[in-house]
């Protein structure tokens, strides 16, 4: 459950950004999460009311921006949508496509009052 | 206050101290309870695109500049529980304890037991009792090597709690994340756990003296490995066999060499 500590991290961004920024509450979260990141959004879900309670983003509702996984076949140059990291090409099955998109986990933007 | 990161943490989680996993929470902002003035708040977007991790990875990055510096050789070792990470260390140590200095630091949910094994051949461990948290972070690491005060040119070892899925996300500035898998776990664990296999630049597969008693292929195992991480490397040996580590340990010896 990593999940927990992803979001205490996101929880002490929330508090920089607030001083930074002077707000008091956060009303939403958006997340930015990649399909080849190692995330469970479900497990995400599950703890983000938990981490949250108590803070400035009590009740704030929590936003994910699933971005699917892409990467470019280093035999034949595709680009193609991958699920796993470990999928092959789908144009030549070639496997070791390297990844260019799907690993993040990002904060992109937060409603605040 | 810590020579890496300059915070004033005198709390951390080494030392068998338990800690839960609030290690640097530097207070939860109170709620304000004032709700006939939230009419007149306006609510409005903030654009923040930062990474989730980026706390972690400016610490790792600090701990990187610092191995830099130092000339420290840094491995983070991950692996399942059982997979006898403390094992291959404990007999890499006695095999090259003379020719380098070495330093441990051990990641583990409770107890103390691995670092008193590292301890116990004479080499310099400290244990961080991780508490509920799944992982090593890159904080716990910049205040280890304080604690420990590593010297220049040393080989650091690093070993991860056993677990081969949270870890994998967390950079702590080590120079190669280094995978162990054995033989008596299933041979197409890098496919179940890619993250890992994709994150580690050498897999260790180890207990190779016990192959003719289990069902492991390791010929699927190292293709199952390269799909995830075409650039991987492998090394087969048995931690307990002494004869089978040279080339773990020139490995290692060569990649110190190219520090200095």
């Known amino acids: 459950m990593h999940e927990i500590s992803l979001l205490e991290s996101v929880l002490e961004t929330l508090e920089t950004q607030a001083k930074q920024q002077n707000f008091t509450q956060v009303k939403q979260i958006s997340l930015e999460i990649g399909a080849l990141s190692c995330v469970a ?25 699933e971005v699917p996984g892409r990467g ?4 034949c140059g595709t680009i193609v949508e991958l699920e796993t990291l470990h999928d092959p090409c789908s144009e030549c099955g070639a496997f070791g496509v390297t990844v260019t998109q799907g690993e ?3 904060i992109k933007e937060l409603k605040v009052v | 206050m810590c020579g890496i990161c300059g915070c004033s943490d005198t709390q951390s989680k080494a030392k068998g101290l338990f800690k839960p996993t609030q290690l640097h929470h530097h207070g939860v902002m109170s709620l304000h309870r004032h709700d006939h003035h939230h009419e007149t708040h306006t609510e409005r977007m903030i654009q923040v695109e930062q990474d989730i991790l980026a706390k972690n990875n400016s610490y790792a990055g600090q701990n990187r500049q610092y191995f830099q510096q130092h000339k ?25 304890k003379t020719q380098m200095n070495i330093a441990v630091i051990e990641g583990d949910q409770q107890t103390e037991h691995d670092a008193d094994r590292i301890r116990a051949t004479g080499t310099k461990a ?19 090597v304080t604690d420990l005060q590593v010297a220049d040119g040393s080989f650091l070892a690093i070993e991860n709690v056993g677990n081969l899925v949270c870890p994998s996300s967390f ?27 994709h994150a580690a630049d050498l897999m260790i597969i180890n207990k190779m003296d016990l192959l003719p008693y289990v069902n492991f292929d390791v010929n699927r195992c190292i293709e199952f490995a390269k799909r995830v991480n075409p650039k991987i490397g492998v090394l087969q040996l048995s931690a307990t066999k002494q004869e089978t580590l040279t080339e773990w340990t020139t490995w ?9």
């Open chain 1, 72 to 75: 470019q076949c280093s035999r």
């Open chain 2, 126 to 144: 400290l244990q961080i009792n991780t508490g509920k948290a799944c992982h090593l972070d890159a904080h716990d690491i910049g205040h280890a």
């Open chain 1, 104 to 106: 993040q986990m990002r």
């Open chain 2, 252 to 260: 290692i010896t060569n990649q110190m060499r190219s520090l200095a």
């Open chain 2, 171 to 197: 950079d702590l500035g080590e120079a190669h994340k280094v995978v162990v898998l054995s033989v008596t776990e299933g041979d197409d664990k890098p496919l179940k756990y890619p993250d890992m296999f």
């Open chain 2, 72 to 96: 420290i050789f840094a491995l983070n070792f991950v692996s399942s529980p059982g997979a006898g990470k403390t094992t291959l260390l404990v007999e890499t140590i006695n095999l090259l």
């Open chain 1, 41 to 65: 959004v479900d497990a995400l879900r599950f703890g983000f009311d938990v981490v949250m309670k108590n803070s400035l983003a009590e009740n704030a509702e929590l936003v994910i921006i």
